[in-house]
Nanobody
Framework: QVRLVESGGGLVQAGDSLRLSCTASGFIFRSHSMGWFRQSPGQEREFVSSISWNGESTIYADSVKGRFTISRDNAKNTAYLQLNKLKSTDTAVYYC?????????????????WGQGTQVTVSS
């Protein structure tokens, strides 16, 4: 059974940091790129960041570049998203996904597996 479980969300103040984790099971983690997306109420899910299967290539949305860092540990079947200098506009449910496009992808439809999401709320 394929599972992606996100954790690490919470309520923080603007300027604070969080580290999100996404732990995978039921598929070959190291054969997939991993991505993070987010969705705010009334908005479409938007791309945040992705990382290639081996961690050597990363992609970021312009809105988070320089503040967020994606990483992965294939030995632990886990992907991470470090969120620094958080803003109120970062408030959303954050989802991780796994894609067979091994170099990473911005498009949600290229992701095969999804987690249930973790809420990040940033108060100003």
């Amino acid at each position: 059974q394929v599972r992606l479980v996100e954790s690490g969300g919470g309520l923080v103040q603007a300027g604070d940091s969080l580290r999100l984790s996404c732990t995978a099971s039921g598929f070959i983690f190291r054969s997939h790129s991993m991505g993070w997306f987010r969705q705010s109420p009334g908005q479409e899910r938007e791309f945040v960041s992705s990382i290639s299967w081996n961690g050597e290539s990363t992609i970021y949305a312009d809105s988070v570049k320089g503040r967020f860092t994606i990483s992965r540990d294939n030995a632990k079947n886990t992907a991470y998203l470090q969120l620094n200098k958080l803003k109120s506009t970062d408030t959303a449910v954050y989802y991780c996904g796994a894609s067979t496009v091994v170099v990473g992808a911005r498009i949600g439809s290229l992701y095969k597996y999804w987690g249930q999401g973790t809420q990040v709320t940033v108060s100003s």
